[in-house]
């Protein structure tokens, strides 16, 4: 049995993480948040007695030393991160703060005995791509935007303490994920949500910018096979589906599969932060996974089938 932390695992993926790891496993998981975009409602469906949530905030030493140094994790996922497009963007000091969070957890890991650390990055650190789809092996550092700035430093603080003091590590690289429990923040489940109410559904510019989109259980299914498998250690993990569709397609499809009445209302294009297109080459996360992704269609039907549950933060 293994001591985990997952830090911001009141969010969306984290929550997910900690529910597959305690309903399935005997590990021990304390989760740490600070709840700027968590929600503990998000863990109520976890069964498990070894569960232990912590409100605590990775960017204040003392708030997360007195978590690590009193526990001695053998694995850490460090997921907490300032998340959602225009919250980052609103918030750009915020976002870089988070440099502190990544130096915090790996100076705890080292001095704690910490076997992995586990690093939620993100497809952002690709910027507007220079090759289609993108590979782990290129990372161009052509974006502008400090959340993308703070995930290629996390990246760049891994390999460095890796090289210096053996701290074994894995970068996901994670891509639109989607799911039950999800933040409205998001595309998805902002079209599903408003499809469910017959709502107009807005699209910034012509909608012909791509995407892909991960359904939660493939995410997962994938990072806990890196984990219990000791597969890319010391490595980085493009997470995502490479199906790729427009965001107009995207619109178009979820008004299928809910019958809804929804009409398409095209809005002023972002002036940034939205890339014209995203797709991911998954090689390695098809070795992971041993099985085909769902595809978006299936996954907007699970979402509906479960009742349509998304949070405001």
Known sequence: MAKILITGGAGFI?????ERLLNTTSHQVVVVDNLLTGDTRRLDNIKSDSLRFIKADCNNFQDISSVMLAYK?????????????????????????????????????????????????????????????QNEATTPLNSRLPYAVVKNVGEAFLRSYKQEFDLDYTIFRFFN?????????????????????????????????????????DNI????????????INDTVNIGNDFEVTVLQLAKIIIDVT?????????PALKEGDMKKRKPDIEKMR?????????????????LENGVKFYGK
């Open 14 to 18: 984290g929550s997910s993480l900690a």
């Open 73 to 133: 994790f053998d694995y850490v996922f460090h997921y907490a991160a300032v998340v959602g497009v225009q919250r980052t963007l609103d918030n750009p000091k915020m976002v870089l703060e988070d440099i502190i969070g990544i130096k915090n957890v790996l100076d705890l890991s080292k001095n704690t005995d910490v076997k992995r650390v586990f690093f939620a990055s993100s497809s952002e650190v690709y910027g507007e791509p220079i090759e289609h789809p």
């Open 177 to 217: 994920t989607y799911g039950p429990k999800q933040s409205t923040d998001f595309v998805m489940s902002k079209f599903i949500a408003a499809a469910s109410k017959d709502e107009d559904i807005t699209i910034f510019g012509d909608g012909l910018q791509t995407r892909t989109f991960c359904f939660v259980d």
């Open 221 to 232: 299914d994938a990072c806990l096979s890196s984990f219990e498998h000791g597969h890319y």
């Open 259 to 267: 019958g809804s009445k929804s009409k398409l209302i095209h809005l």
């Open 287 to 303: 070795k992971l996974l041993g099985r085909d992704l769902l595809p978006i269609q299936e996954g907007v039907k699970r979402i």
